[in-house]
């Protein structure tokens, strides 16, 4: 029991130090987290017999802020984030919703306007999503899935602008833009061009 605390007591010590030394080098570990409104986007998204609208869903994860001096960091990100869409009949028949979850890493470029206190600031980078779990609701009904309806990974482009409340609270709102076609060949082996598009709000803690 003696020797389990005391390996207990090294351990945090060594992460204090850890700490201490990746803030001292401008490097910070958070935690982010907000809502989403996602949307199916594309030139064949009308093809999908139905009115597209925005299906509400969640995104949290973690990142790492990179500081290199007052002005730029660099900010890789891992979220766990849902994304689909709703569509609805035109008749008011049904009301359909397309589930897909993914974990998202984007890498951002972030510059801040080093004023003093709040600290405006705009974002941009590329990303990839590989999909965890899909699922497909008729008027509030789950549908069995015999094929798959959404590819496996995704990838796309991440900008916004939020404002950060000195090294440790930020906030923002991004738009994540699909760049891949997402629904799996639906005839004939002919893929639509249907992406992924996500409008999101989050909080920041950075430690």
Not at 17 to 26: I, K
Not at 123 to 146: R, T, Y
Request: glycine fraction near 14%.
């Amino acid at each position: 029991m003696k020797k389990l605390l005391t390996s207990l007591l090294i351990a945090l010590f060594l992460c204090l130090v850890a700490g201490q030394t990746a803030a001292q080098a401008g490097i910070q570990l958070g935690i982010r987290g907000g809502g989403n409104a996602a949307k199916l986007t594309g030139a064949d998204v009308q093809d999908l017999e139905g009115t597209i609208k925005n299906k509400v869903g969640l995104v949290a994860g973690i990142f790492l802020a990179i500081n290199i001096g007052k002005i730029i960091t660099i900010q890789p990100e891992f979220l766990y984030t849902m994304k689909g869409s709703q569509i609805n009949d035109p008749l008011g028949e049904y009301t359909g919703k397309l589930y897909g979850d993914y974990l998202e890493i984007p890498l951002l470029l972030k510059i801040r306007i080093p004023t003093p206190g709040i600290q405006p600031a705009i974002f941009a980078g590329p990303s990839v999503g590989f999909k965890l779990k899909e699922k497909l609701q008729l008027n509030g009904q789950d549908v069995p899935l015999e094929e798959t309806l959404l590819e496996n990974n995704d990838y796309g482009a991440i900008f916004g602008a939020g404002l950060d409340f000195g090294r440790h609270f930020m906030i923002d709102v991004r738009y994540s833009l699909g760049l891949k076609k997402v629904l799996t060949a639906i005839e004939e082996g002919t893929q639509p061009d249907v992406k992924n598009g996500v409008w999101s709000a989050t909080v920041g803690i950075a430690f």
